[in-house]
């Protein structure tokens, strides 16, 4: 059987759910019910490489090293893991990686071995310490920031290519400049992703809080700055893919008409649909079953085929959608591309005709 035809960013969690942090807002539990969290084995490692290169496309190959905490199962597995990696890729295959880490383990040697392999780094950061650390403490109750800061330091320091993960939850959801400008201007960040809270219930942001109004405030108050001072700067991965989405060419999952491009590969070797469904229920036997999957997305109600943003967001991620279909961030999301649609269509027609979209920074349009 030849490669499957479509391109797929594997991510991969040798260390399973195994972490050093206690986030109050962690969803991710062990799907495979060991609680003795064996992690992945060197023969489990090659098996799954292979079997990634031989159904991969030709093109870039995307392999994203996640948790839990990656950086348990070690430095070495690592180094072998990225030779290996380097070793199975056909001529036509070129190999990119991305590993999302707490940063409570970094140090020299984590940050050569990245650098030397060019390997992306997310650095989870919620925002200024007193945000940061009233959900993201270690297992002993202890806050995290000052060795976040520590790791981010480092990292830069070894030239290492690096992006802050901010998650948007309770703590942070109603500081949204403060938490942009800490990044911007005391980090000096410019390659930063927010996340938001994609479960009802996910760190006591459930119904009732208002979180998913709080959101779209977040995030249009972000925009704001962003649109006004800093296009073509700081890089923010949601508003660059809400442009792309413009562009017809929607460069994150849940932006797009479909999905089941975003396998998960369990520290055991068995794979999932994706993140959110990694449990047993999701599991599959082959890469070539992500695009019935897939297509599953675009099961939308009536409500969401008559919505004004239906282009931006389509529906959203199928595993924050409620009994009714319709995405419990509806809301958020709605204002946001609202208040965006106008500014990305602009900066969309500027990019066809050979422009550059930063011009939209103290242009009327």
């Not at 056909?90 to 030397?116: I, S």
Request: contains cysteine; glycine residues 12%.
């Amino acid at each position: 059987m030849g490669p499957f035809p479509h391109p797929f960013h594997a991510t991969l969690k040798p260390a399973g759910a195994a972490c050093n942090l206690a986030c109050a807002y962690c969803f991710y539990a062990d799907p495979l019910g060991d609680p003795g969290q064996a992690m992945m084995s060197p023969a489990t490692l090659d098996r799954t490489l292979a079997r990634i290169f031989q159904a991969h496309p030709d093109g870039t190959v995307t392999l994203t090293w996640q948790g839990g905490e990656p950086t348990l199962r070690g430095l070495g597995f690592y180094r072998r893991a990225f030779a290996r990696a380097r070793e199975l890729a056909r001529p036509g295959q070129r190999v990119t990686h991305g590993f999302q880490t707490n940063g409570l383990l970094l140090d020299r040697d984590w940050a050569r071995l990245f650098r030397e392999h060019g390997v992306l780094v997310g650095l989870s950061c919620d925002g200024p310490p007193a945000l940061h650390d009233q959900n993201r403490t270690d297992r002993s109750g202890r806050p995290s920031s000052g060795r976040v800061l520590q790791a981010w330091r480092l990292l830069a320091a070894g030239g290492v290519d690096t992006n802050l993960l901010c998650t948007v939850n309770g703590a942070n959801v109603d500081h949204p400049l403060a938490t942009y400008r800490y990044f911007r201007d005391e980090l000096g960040a410019t390659n930063l992703q927010f996340i938001p809270l994609v479960r009802a219930g996910d760190g006591g942001e459930g119904p009732g809080t208002g979180y998913p109004n709080r959101l779209g405030r977040f995030l249009i108050d972000v925009y704001d700055e962003w649109v006004t001072r800093d296009v073509g700067i700081v890089s923010v991965q949601g508003f660059e893919a809400t442009l792309a989405t413009v562009l017809g060419l929607p460069s994150l999952c849940v932006f797009a008409r479909e999905c089941g491009g975003c396998p998960v590969v369990e520290r055991d070797g068995s794979l999932r649909a994706c993140d959110p469904f990694a449990d047993a229920a999701h599991r599959l036997e082959a890469f070539g079953d992500l695009r019935a999957f897939g297509r599953l997305k675009a099961d939308l109600p009536q409500t969401c085929l008559h919505c004004e943003v239906l282009e931006f967001c389509r529906g959203g991620c199928p595993a924050g959608r409620s009994p009714t279909g319709v995405h419990w961030l509806c809301a958020a999301w709605k204002a946001y591309f609202l208040r965006v649609r106008e500014d990305m269509g602009w900066m969309a027609r500027q990019l066809r005709a050979g422009g550059r979209p930063d011009r939209i920074m103290g242009s009327p349009h």
